[in-house]
């Protein structure tokens, strides 16, 4: 079904497409299959929809966040607990959307002649230039087309398409210099030079995920009144604020329905009858993250010395993004915990978890959401490469969490959570130095078998994980639970071992002289390197059939001279290995 034409249009120029009741959001649902929905039917029908899906995950996640601000706004709220716990418990709790969405149906128009949905209309270069829509497509990575699955170029997409990409633009575009926009005061030279990200590209997104979108929706729709996060009157989504202009308008964001809907960009489609052909995009409103969280709930937070120093004030806080090559469940401490590694009450905590997740430990705290309940939480993010100019790589993850983890009043599962991750983090890191150990027997390079060693050991553990932590739900005794874990890890990891040393051919056994990083020198073969796996694994996990190390709450003590900073210039922990590790000294 084409848009339909205005009847002074030029011919073959689409006139509308409305977003609040043509399809255009991809949705998953409870049955397995896929659909696309305009937004009337997203909330209609989101208990029978299992999720959103987009063509890349960051563009869910700005989907979400449009929901969001669409849900807030609409029901205006919620403004405390219990009027949550109502929408919990009304299968229909987003019906007032609909009559919103028709009051607001104008602003949601794709095609709009004046105010086009997220765009600006009338937008141009000095030049009149139409861009390549490559620009606001991030599945067409700039300089390797032949890796996309679009070859070579975007040359048209239909409007559900053209859509969903002008959201995501504002959430992640790159950054670098861009062409100036005709009455923008920023120009210079015909160019406007780097802002930054696009909001959504600056964070560590994190959201929490339910059995199906209503309560996706619901879970992620935090109350006006909750503590540490500030909520301004004005607080409004784009589309209830006037149209923007070429330039920035310089204010500051509001709250959770501005920033999820934060005008990042200048953007204008070229169209026809049959779809978008092209674009227009520039610079819009940038936005400074230092000292957000209060307003930003969807992103864990870093306490920042550099910029703290730099500004003469205390504590500055930058969103936490996440490390691509690092799975959630390694990070879970910035998920569940804020951090003060001061060990003061009165020193600010050097991490904050996600102001999402501190509002689902609020429902978990006061009633609402019982204790036993499961949910999974939802990381999503990019990277970017050469000065922000492209997206390097889109980080998607989820960890099933027992909303106990949260508990304000009982960090107990909490911190064995924590302490799991880092016995798993202790015991790869024991793998790796074996595989570095066995490199040495035959004076072959170290780091490569080391980081292909840890590699494996934290892929075999990831799932073991999920379900270790999916089972703390119905566990009584979590110490006794952490127990398990270690003796899982200390299985698991020792069969890695296992194989690493028979798969070493003679030459290894044999061995060869070794010269440590303090001038001793010894023979190092095959047996020698097992020997010393077998004690790093013991220090890491505790000796078979004991309490284990950490068992009263917090993680294990790591080996001395194992900690953070690494092993020494050997390759082993800086510890005397004459009790433990028996060597033949030459």
Not at 333 to 343: H, I, P, T
Request: proline content about 7%; some cysteine.
């Amino acid at each position: 079904m084409l848009p339909t034409e205005s009847p002074g249009a030029g011919a073959g120029q689409a006139r509308s497409f409305d977003l609040t009741s043509r399809p255009w959001i991809g949705v998953l649902r409870c049955n397995g299959s896929q659909d696309e929905l305009s937004l009337r039917q997203v909330f209609a029908h989101a208990g029978k929809l299992r999720r959103i899906v987009g063509e890349l995950p960051t563009q869910e996640f700005a989907l979400i966040r449009l929901l969001l601000a669409v849900a807030h706004d609409a029901l205006d709220g919620p403004g405390d607990i219990e009027e949550w716990a109502e929408l919990w418990a009304d299968p229909d709790c987003f019906a007032p959307v609909q009559a919103y969405l028709e009051e607001q149906r104008e602003r949601f128009d794709l095609l709009h002649p004046l105010t086009p949905f997220l765009q600006t209309a009338g937008l141009r270069s000095a030049r009149d230039e139409v861009f390549s829509l490559n620009r606001v497509v991030a599945d067409v990575p700039a300089g390797e087309p032949f890796f996309s699955a679009r070859m070579p170029d975007v040359e048209r997409l239909t409007f559900a398409e053209a859509a969903r990409w002008v959201v995501h633009v504002h959430a992640y575009d790159t950054s670098g210099i861009k062409t100036g926009m005709v009455g923008d005061g920023r120009v210079k030279g015909g160019k406007v030079y780097p802002f930054g990200t696009g909001w959504a590209g600056g964070l560590g997104g994190v959201f929490v995920e339910g059995k199906t979108l209503r309560e996706t929706l619901l879970l992620n729709l935090v109350a006006a009144d909750t503590e540490r996060l500030e909520f301004s009157p004005d607080d409004r989504p784009a589309w209830r604020r006037e149209p923007c202009g070429a330039g920035s308008d310089g204010r500051s964001a509001t709250g959770p329905r501005d920033l999820y809907t934060w005008q990042s960009r200048r953007v204008r489609l070229h169209h026809d009858v049959d779809g978008v052909h092209g674009v227009v995009l520039g610079y819009g409103d940038p936005l400074v993250s230092r000292n957000m969280h209060r307003r930003e709930p969807m992103t864990p937070w870093r306490r920042s010395p550099a910029q703290e120093k730099k500004l003469g004030q205390t504590p500055v806080y930058l969103p936490l993004e996440h490390e691509p090559a690092r799975s959630a469940w390694r990070g879970i401490a910035s998920l569940v915990a804020d951090r003060s590694e001061s060990g003061g009450s009165t020193e600010a905590a050097s991490r904050l978890r996600p102001r999402i997740l501190e509002w689902i430990a609020r429902l978990v705290t006061e009633g609402p959401l019982p204790r036993r309940s499961l949910v999974r939480a939802r990381v999503v993010g990019v990277t970017y490469g050469t000065q922000q100019s492209v997206i390097n790589e889109v980080v998607d993850d989820r960890l099933p969490m027992p909303v106990v983890l949260l508990h304000r009043e009982d960090p107990t599962y909490a911190q064995q959570a924590i302490g799991a991750a880092e016995d798993a983090d202790r015991a790869v890191r024991a793998l790796g130095d074996l595989a570095a150990d066995l490199a040495r027997t035959t004076g072959a390079e170290q780091e490569g078998p080391r980081s292909a060693a840890r590699a494996e050991g934290f892929d075999a553990l990831e799932h073991p994980y999920h379900g270790w932590l999916s089972d703390m739900v119905d566990e009584p005794d979590p110490f006794e639970h952490r127990h398990v874990w270690q003796r899982q890890v200390r299985e698991r990891v020792g069969r890695l071992g296992d194989r690493l040393i028979a798969a070493v051919g003679d030459a290894a056994w044999e061995g060869r002289i070794h010269t440590d990083g303090k001038g001793g020198t010894h023979w190092l073969n095959a047996g020698l390197a097992d020997v010393w796996f077998r004690g790093r694994l013991a220090r890491a996990l505790g000796d078979p059939g004991s309490p284990g190390p950490g068992s009263s709450g917090g993680g294990a003590a790591a080996p001395a001279g194992d900690g953070p900073s690494g092993p020494g210039p050997t390759g082993l922990p800086e510890t005397d290995h004459a009790a433990t590790d028996p060597e033949v000294h030459v």
